[in-house]
């Protein structure tokens, strides 16, 4: 649906120029949630503007529903921005006009006469549930309500890509949550292909079928949401994460010395994450059956990233060091992500 091939965009300032896009390569697949996280100044707006144009790249090609977009001309990429629909983090409406006027502003732009343009934004304003706030001012809405007129306004041209610029950052928890709901409703019943940016990782997790992430102006990482929580390949990604999932050990450890190879009179600390119906396997309880070693939970959680169960577990396994390595070889036999953190001197805490 989306393809960016090779982007780069410099900004030319007075003293210094700023790379801010370097080469990035992006496919956005018709019908998926694609998020885009980085840090500030890790160019996510450069990058979604690039995306209907409002940013040129210096190269590259943006090609959406079958288009190219860069060696287009001003009048035709006027059109073809018609089916990109965009929101922002400030909401961006007109504050003279009612929220009903505000929805209607783009199709009066496409030259739309008054009864089509009835007829297109009152179910509109029914979809995003400000049907009976129409005439009202943006000033008298909350942050939520204007952004939901936003929404309203942004598909008011039945886009076939929605394009959402940190939509939710200056909003509450709460309020996210539902505007997210929304999204991804439009998304599911007018098969509406979303592009969206921010760098809060909660986002992500909440709808995006497909997350990138972004450094330095250069795509770090990509894949599916699950695979990126799950299996993170770099320090920036596992940042993000933490967010959300504690990948850090318990401060009872963070002055102790791991030894990567089992010693004398050790323990054994694992990390194991468990990924769909693994989850729901009694593995632990398995293991200790089977073999004499002590199990200490120092860190559990179990979440889920839309329909999959997903949970991290950070073990402290006690006793001989025969048991200890015929556990570990039977965990690794499990479908389980291990990573042996190492080896800690025994000490009185462990078998809690
Ligand atoms: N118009 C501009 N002129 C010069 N430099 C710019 C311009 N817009 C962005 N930049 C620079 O390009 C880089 C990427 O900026 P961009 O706004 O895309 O990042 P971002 O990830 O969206 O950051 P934030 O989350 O803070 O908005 C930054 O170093 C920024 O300072």
């Known amino acids: 649906m989306i393809q960016l091939k090779g ?3 410099i900004y030319q300032g007075s003293a210094a120029s700023v790379h801010a896009l370097q080469g990035v390569d992006l496919t956005v697949n018709r019908g ?3 998020g885009i996280i980085g840090k500030s100044g890790a160019g996510k707006s450069t990058l979604i503007r690039c995306i209907n144009m409002l940013e040129q790249p210096d190269s590259g ?8 977009l860069t060696s287009m001309t001003e009048p035709h990429l006027r059109q073809v921005r018609r089916k990109i629909g965009m929101i922002f983090q400030h909401f961006n409406l007109l504050s003279s006009r009612t929220v009903f006027e505000n929805v209607a502003f783009p ?3 496409a030259g739309k006469s008054k009864a089509e343009i009835a007829a297109a934004v009152l179910p509109l304003l029914e979809l995003v549930g400000l049907a009976d706030k129409k005439d009202q001012y943006p000033a008298q809405l909350s ?3 204007k952004q939901r007129v936003g929404i309203a306004r942004a598909l008011a041209n039945q886009p076939k890509v929605l394009l959402c610029d940190e939509a939710t950052s200056a909003l509450d928890p709460q309020t996210t949550k539902s505007i997210l709901e929304l999204l991804r409703n439009i998304n599911r019943q007018l098969q509406l292909t979303i592009v969206l940016i921010t760098h809060e990782m909660h986002v992500i997790k909440e709808i995006c079928d497909r997350v990138a992430v972004i450094d330095g102006g250069k795509i770090i990482e990509q894949g599916p949401v699950l695979q990126l929580f799950t299996n993170p390949q770099t320090a920036i990604t596992r940042d993000f994460i933490s967010a959300i999932i504690n990948h850090d050990l ?3 450890f963070h002055d102790t010395e791991f030894s990567p190879e089992p010693l004398p009179h050790t323990n054994l600390v694992l990390r194991l994450s468990f990924i769909g ?3 729901e396997e009694p593995v632990i309880a398995g293991m200790i059956r089977r073999f004499n070693v002590d199990t200490s939970i120092l860190y559990g959680n179990i979440d889920h990233i839309q329909r999959t169960t997903f949970g991290t577990l950070i073990i402290e396994l006690s006793g001989e060091q025969s048991s200890l390595q015929s556990a570990l070889h039977y965990l690794r036999t499990r479908e389980l992500r291990i990573e042996v953190i190492g080896y800690v001197a025994r000490h009185d805490r462990a078998a809690g």
């Open 61 to 68: 090609s943006v090609t959406v529903d079958g288009e190219e």
């Open 143 to 145: 942050g939520g309500q």
């Open 277 to 279: 119906r693994s989850a």
């Open 107 to 109: 199709l009066e732009l």
């Open 32 to 34: 998926e949630i694609f």
């Open 250 to 252: 318990p401060a009872l």
């Open 7 to 9: 982007i780069e965009k």
